[in-house]
């Protein structure tokens, strides 16, 4: 059995990111799939040392619904995110959604972001939108999060108020016309550069306001090298989008 088409979106794959997840994914499956039955799940795992994949395994073998794809290691967000986006290319879906393992993300507000898709092209759940709610989080990681997204609506000129958010919805159609060959960042920075090719591609942009909850189990992936690594490649973008003819400034490669 697999998924059914969602109305007004198509068949939908749910991918969903995992690194030492024990303690969340066999939550976080049963969640999706009582929250948007028609959907399929793809568990990304890099060879996580704590078992996550073969917790994963166990759910496959019980649900036609639920996939795995295991990974060789640990090689960081976006490397998962592109592998899942082109294993559902090679299957003929029509739509991927970003979703985090540890439950930040709620399964339950999928159906929203999923109503929104009929009429756009990327739909993001957004933290900052009017609406949306961040939930036991410190100061710090608020501030951190806000002047984040602030610097790269004004560096890159994307019209989203949440540009590092990662629950979205991609039509396939819409990652293919992005032109994802390039990409190479991590974290937020991958987040931030998918935001900007999209808004690049002309493609329709849409905001759907969630409540984004911090993490009960397991331990944050976010450190000050993903925060450098995102600040370095926006200034590095919007020095490029601006001084286009300049596009020898910098270098992909971050140091």
């Known amino acids: 059995m697999v998924g059914e088409p969602v109305d007004g979106v198509g068949r939908v794959l749910v991918v969903i990111p995992t690194y030492n997840e024990a303690d969340n994914v066999t939550a976080i499956v049963p969640r999706v799939r009582a929250a948007a039955p028609a959907v399929d799940i793809l568990v990304a795992d890099d060879d996580s040392p704590d078992g996550t994949g073969t917790l994963a395994e166990a759910m496959a073998g019980t649900d036609d619904q639920v996939h795995v794809l295991h990974r060789p290691g640990k090689e960081g967000l976006g490397a998962a995110y592109l592998a899942g986006f082109a294993w559902a290319h090679e299957r003929g879906y029509d739509a991927v959604v970003e979703m985090d393992a540890d439950g930040s993300h709620a399964p339950e ?8 898709a009929r009429y ?56 293919r016309a992005m032109g994802l060959g390039s990409v190479c960042s991590q974290g937020y920075s991958f987040q931030v550069e998918l935001s900007r090719l999209a808004h690049r591609a002309g493609a329709r942009i849409v905001e759907v306001p969630i409540t984004f909850a911090e993490r009960r189990h397991g331990t944050s992936k976010m450190s000050p090298l993903i925060v450098a690594e995102a600040l370095w490649r926006i200034t590095l973008w919007g020095l490029r989008d601006r001084w286009p003819r300049r596009s020898r400034v910098g270098h992909d490669r971050w140091p």
């Open 109 to 116: 507000d999928l159906p929203a972001l999923l109503a929104a």
């Open 120 to 175: 756009a092209d990327v739909v993001i759940g957004s933290r900052w939108a009017v609406g949306g709610r961040v939930v036991n989080w410190p100061l710090r990681r608020l501030l951190l999060s806000r002047c984040g997204n602030l610097y790269a609506r004004l560096a890159l000129g994307v019209p989203v108020s949440d540009a590092t958010g990662g629950y979205r919805v991609y039509r396939t159609a819409a990652l």
